[in-house]
């Protein structure tokens, strides 16, 4: 009990701190740095999301990040139910290949990325940068999904068949269905890992207009470093949605990594 208090205190004091001085002023936060609220400014949040473009940066996150999220759960759960369900020549291969860039560190496919995207006219763009993060995030995508997937019963499938069901019905009328705990994990995890993701974003996008959260947080900093109280502000806004994610869907994201097979 002492150990889980002392590690929660340790996780959270600074979530707790950034959230104080998000609500102080910058003379405030110099005066005394650890001191609590003596009048709460909650108008620079407002200052932030008009005056210091968060409220595009937001908007391009979750553009983003839901349509990343998207993509990787249908393209995800069709290639894990694939490589569960079905034998194939080059199976092992094709899903060794998959799940083996997930040992290489990101920043080697960098100058690749930047490559490609230039020579495709994808550079500089939500679109391109969506596509990086799904091929980012699709290999452990896979892999917990596919691992759900084979312990579905194969008595199930049979019986779908036995009812006239074809191979794209079972997929959407019986796998993803039995799958949701699994999905649910999956879109979580990467829900959280690319709304916090900055090295693609900062290579990868240039124009004011289309940066994400991570790097108008970034920007902001460079051009208000002395304006802690403001930083502390925008960081929050970015912290927030992660924070209520986790909260609300936690006992999901346990269940989904703990799934036992399906009865």
């Not at 460079?222 to 006992?251: K, R």
Request: glycine share 6%; with cysteine.
């Amino acid at each position: 009990m002492i150990l889980l208090s002392v590690y929660t205190a340790f996780v959270a004091g600074p979530l707790f701190w950034v959230g104080t001085m998000s609500l102080r002023t910058t003379t405030e936060i110099a005066h005394n740095p650890y001191a609590l609220p003596k009048i709460f400014h909650f108008e620079k949040f407002a200052r932030a999301w008009v005056h210091s473009n968060y409220n595009v940066y937001f908007t391009n996150s979750v553009i983003v990040v839901l349509s990343a999220v998207a993509i990787l759960t249908l393209i995800g759960g069709m290639a894990g139910h694939c490589f569960a369900r079905y034998r194939f020549r080059f199976r092992r291969f094709l899903y060794f290949m998959i799940f083996s860039t997930i040992i290489f560190p990101p920043q080697i496919t960098i100058i690749a990325l930047f490559q490609i995207l230039v020579e495709y006219g994808l550079y500089n763009s939500l679109i391109g940068l969506i596509l990086v993060y799904v091929a980012f995030q699709l290999p452990i995508t896979v892999y917990i999904l596919e691992s759900f997937f084979a312990r579905i019963p194969s008595d199930l499938y049979d019986a779908a068949r036995m009812d006239g069901y074809s191979e794209w019905s079972i997929f959407f009328k019986v796998s993803l269905p039995v799958a949701l705990p699994a999905l649910s994990t999956t879109v979580i995890l990467n829900t959280i890992l690319l709304w916090n993701e900055f090295l693609y974003a900062v290579v990868l996008i240039s124009d004011e207009s289309k940066r994400t959260l991570p790097l108008g947080i970034q920007q902001f900093m460079g051009d208000h470093l002395e304006d802690v109280g403001m930083i502390a502000s925008g960081l929050m806004i970015a912290i927030v949605p992660v924070v209520l994610i986790y909260i609300f869907f936690s006992e999901k994201l346990i269940q989904g990594m703990t799934a036992g097979a399906v009865k």
